[in-house]
């Protein structure tokens, strides 16, 4: 990405003056984690990634590749997230039953992903358009001494947090994504029974969506903003999101976080406000300081009085790069809906060091405008594998 400058800017129009802005970022509840404003990219693939294709038009997604196709593929509009443990054992036990797991697991979902696979319901209708990964807990790493990056760790706990423990963690990680919710059911079946003949048990399901949007487009969140707009080239991406030269590099960190919102609340505020909290418009995505949806926003810009274009407390603001050495996370979040009372976002990020997530993550507990509309229920970290090659087995770097 291009570096940005901070040159200061006149306000825009619609940054409208006389706003309660302590009214903002007063009081209590959870934060979000620079999960706005994000989108995909076919990291890996050489071309933008943008709204999820029309369902009719779709290719199937490749399986084999140096890369898992469920962080380098464009996003597909629906998501299955199945975290599983293993059962207790002596390490060398517990290794050769993650080795038949990944075995099976790669089995079922290169073949769900190629169209091949045996079960009839994955046969003859429309491409499933699969795209999958695989990633491994901390704690089963740490257990049976796995090769995986030092950095991978457990996040701290982060105030306001009010996480469920059923709801989050695991030993191992697999996200479905496809073009409907029918082909993730059938290969969750499937992925479920290799994981039971390897003695694991499942430990918490969470399914996502996107909605319909044009090609192109960006697509929206349950505020009603555009949840897409920017995420690191292929360039800035090995830097950040990729692991270093090695056994590492083509896999990377997931931070995964279920974070409740209050869209009822939040869609009381005016419009303006809202813009303010988050340092778009709600119009077109369009930063505070741009003139379009792409536009970096420059958190440095000022009004003639002195106070920041885009306010000291907008997410926007707290979850830049800017604040962070350049640093840059993949952002592939989805909506879920679980009841009137339980809906929000799936923040799914990639990156090299989870410490990134916990940096900005501290930022937005201490003055993040949204922390009123907002509370963070469960919590994952996987080191997602390297994608594997024709005849492979995933997790072949895992025992060195």
Known sequence: MHPETGKAQERPRSAVRGVDRR??????GAVLAAGFGA?????????????PPPVDSAPAVPFHGDRQAGVTAPQQPATLLLAYDLAPAATSDGRSALRSLLGE??????????????????QGGEPARLSSLVGVGPGLAARLGLNVPPELAELPEFPGDRLDPARGGGDLLVQLCAADRWPLTVVAELAGAAARSAGASVRWTQS????RTPSGS?????????????????????????????????????????????TGAFAALPEDQRDLAMGRRITD???LTGTA????????????????????????????????????????????DDGPDDRGL????????????????????????????????ASAVVYVLPGVGEGGVLGEGLWG
């Open 23 to 28: 009214a903002l970022i007063a009081g209590g």
């Open 39 to 51: 989108g995909a990219v076919a990291l890996g693939r050489g071309r933008p990634a943008s709204a």
């Open 105 to 122: 697991l790669t089995r079922v979902l290169a073949e769900a992903a190629g169209g091949t696979s045996a079960d009839h319901r994955l």
């Open 208 to 211: 996502g969506f996107l909605p």
């Open 218 to 262: 960006t697509p929206r969140n349950l505020f009603g903003y555009k949840d897409g707009t920017a995420n690191p080239d292929e360039e800035a991406a090995r830097q950040w999101v990729w692991g270093p030269p090695g056994p590492h590099e083509h896999g990377t960190v997931l931070v995964y976080r279920r974070i409740r919102m209050d």
């Open 285 to 287: 995505g369009t930063p």
């Open 293 to 336: 949806e792409h536009d970096d926003p420059d958190i440095y810009a000022k009004n003639p009085d002195g106070s920041y274009v885009i306010p000291a407390g907008a997410h926007v603001r707290l979850s830049s790069p800017r604040l962070d050495g350049g640093a840059r996370m993949l952002r592939r979040g989805y909506s879920y």
């Open 346 to 377: 799936l923040f799914c990020a990639f990156m090299r060091d989870p410490a990134r997530f916990t940096r900005v993550q501290n930022r937005l507990v201490a003055k993040d405008a949204l922390n009123p509309f907002l509370r963070h229920t």
